[in-house]
């Protein structure tokens, strides 16, 4: 259900009278059908859930095993589907960086300084796709890589 935006939350019950208060006048409701979707998913998606996090097991190995592989210093996620490479070690900022791997290899990834002063210096990867196109964007990212590194 990735983008679905749908939650939860188990608080105390002063805690969760304030969140309550909060949330009412922050959003109007989930959409019906996005509520449908996750009382189905709790209720009977558990091998669905499973077979899921097999395959983003891999794609986190593909992914960070490929980026160090090319030389871009990469942390294993722990959270969501996003890896976090340095690309210091290009030359380029972040910003240049994104920018001529979308133009150049058609590779889109995000300056990691949208994330605060710490994401400086980094990319975010989105590894929410096949494992095929992770493949392929690796070979772009390395042919982008070689050729700044000449």
């Not at 722990?78 to 001529?100: H, K, M, V, W």
């Not at 889109?108 to 300084?113: E, K, Q, S």
């Amino acid at each position: 259900m990735t983008g679905w935006r749908v939650g939860w939350l188990c608080a105390p019950a002063g805690i969760l009278e304030g969140i309550v208060k909060i949330h009412q006048y922050a959003i109007m409701s989930a959409p019906t059908t996005a509520q449908d979707a996750a009382l189905e998913a709790l209720t009977n998606g558990e091998a669905d859930v499973e077979r899921m996090l097999a395959a983003y097991d891999r794609r986190r190995r593909l992914i960070v095993d490929g980026l160090n592989a090319l030389g871009l210093r990469t942390f294993e996620p722990r959270g969501a589907f996003y890896a976090f490479p340095q690309i210091t070690s290009t030359g380029l900022d972040a910003e240049t960086f994104a920018e001529r791997l979308l133009h150049e290899e058609h590779v889109a990834v995000v300056p990691g300084g949208a994330f605060g002063p710490s994401g400086e210096g980094h990319v975010r990867a989105c590894y929410a796709t096949s494992e095929e196109q992770l493949q392929e964007a690796l070979v772009r990212i390395g042919r982008f890589v070689d050729r700044l590194r000449g």
